[in-house]
């Protein structure tokens, strides 16, 4: 019987746990704090465990290496977490866009069933203990060795210890510091988080805080669009959040400008008419309150003072450039210095081991004998709904059953 030490009782740790212990393994799972402590906080405490997709729509939603999961996901995909929570008592229900819920809304009762689950598989739990080292030696793990000196061998050993997003839960980049003599790190980054951001002037955006932009369509352009999306953006005291923008966030790179077209079911010809004919029919009212019948009344004097004009200046009054300039920024409203904020905020971390170096069949490491990842400590991250908690099912249950079935005959 294989001995498997697992760094780490979130999602990823806990589900390798339980796989392991399902293939006859010995397990063993340590946890600096409690388990599951960032298992709660996902869905705003509701927890979003997968999205009901195909292992393609889960793949499409990875923003790096898509076909890394492949192999995995013929192991332990969508139906087989869906199948595991239902039959170990937690029902779901689906929301918008293939999100799945559990009915109660309580992540709790996602966590009670995982922590039901180890229990009944007799998986040694170490709470409150903290990994200081792994035992590798001739490129082989061996087993870890714990903050107050004591060691601990097994046969295999699975890191799951998350990435550095919400550090309050533990994700404190343990792992890396782990392998960082074997393996290559992709730089972590936060992800899935806000954006901090000027407006085009390089003005601050708090005149606007608070606002909600609804529909609207968002584009991240340098020299062109890389990316788009429509949706609802929120405007904060720092810059931008909502579902799009932070999706959008793991794509941000240097030199880069947020662009949002405020009214994306209008062309700017016809968007133009329209704004002729207002201004005819409103020719003594000052232009802002002609431009509140399209958008927000504070976002049209921000909007006006972009284009340099008087927000008081009579509708009558304003000439045929600054009308198209007018046009102009309401299709391309643009905000510039863009900034993903901390890891305290992020959801998700983007980078970590690089999956060059892991087996994308095992989760095995290519550089070190017996030694597994799972979940966010490697560089692989998704885009919101579901489906950064099922990459971390997948490999956690791929490394689990992996491990146990190492050099068994």
């Not at 740790?13 to 393994?25: D, L, V, W, Y």
């Not at 704090?33 to 405490?45: V, Y």
């Not at 560089?379 to 050099?407: E, H, K």
């Amino acid at each position: 019987m294989n001995h498997i030490i697992i760094i780490g009782g979130g999602p990823a740790g806990m589900i390798a746990a339980i796989s392991a212990a399902q293939h006859g393994a010995k397990v063993t799972l340590i946890e600096k704090g409690q388990l599951g402590r960032k298992l709660l906080m996902t869905g705003h405490g509701r927890c979003n465990v997968t999205n009901d997709t195909d292992n393609q729509g889960i793949m499409n939603a990875i923003s790096g290496n898509k076909r890394f999961l492949h192999s995995a996901l013929m192991t332990w995909n969508v139906e087989d977490m869906k199948d595991f929570l239902i039959n170990h008592g937690c029902p779901l229900k689906e929301e918008d866009n293939h999100r799945l819920f559990p009915v109660s809304d309580q992540a709790a009762d996602v966590l009670t069933l995982l922590e039901k689950n180890l229990k009944g598989a007799n998986v040694d739990l170490h709470l409150n203990h903290t990994v200081s080292q792994l035992c590798i030696n001739d490129q082989k793990c061996t087993g870890v060795v714990l903050n107050d000196g004591n060691l601990i061998e097994g046969d295999a050993v699975i890191i799951a210890t998350g990435g550095m997003s919400y550090p309050v839960t533990g994700s404190t980049g343990d792992g890396y510091e782990f392998v960082k003599d074997y393996h290559r790190i992709i730089p972590p980054a936060p992800a899935l988080v806000a954006l901090s951001c000027t407006l085009q002037n390089g003005e601050s955006v708090a005149a606007l805080q608070g606002l909600t932009l609804t529909h609207v369509k968002v584009m991240l352009k340098d020299k062109k669009v890389r990316h788009q999306a429509r949706g609802d953006v929120m405007i904060t005291h720092f810059g931008l959040s909502g579902p799009v923008i932070i999706n959008m966030s793991t794509f941000i790179q240097k030199n880069q400008s947020i662009i949002i077209d405020l009214l994306p079911d209008l062309d700017a010809q016809t968007l133009d008419a329209m704004l002729v004919k207002k201004l005819q029919n409103s020719s003594h009212k000052a232009v802002y309150h002609v431009l509140s019948t399209f958008i927000p009344e504070r976002l049209s004097h921000v909007l006006l003072k972009l284009c340099d004009i008087d927000s008081q200046t009579k509708a009558y009054a304003i000439t045929r450039e600054q009308r198209l300039l007018i046009v102009s920024t309401m299709k391309q409203f643009t905000f510039i210095d863009l900034k993903r904020r901390s890891f305290k905020e992020a959801m998700i971390t983007k980078g970590g081991i690089d999956l060059k170096e892991i087996n994308p069949k095992t989760m095995a490491s290519k550089k070190i004998d017996n030694l597994y990842f799972a979940g966010e400590v490697m560089d692989l991250d998704a885009t919101t709904g579901g489906f950064n908690l099922q990459i971390a099912w997948t490999t956690g249950y791929v490394a689990g059953q992996s491990a146990a079935l190492q050099n068994r005959s």
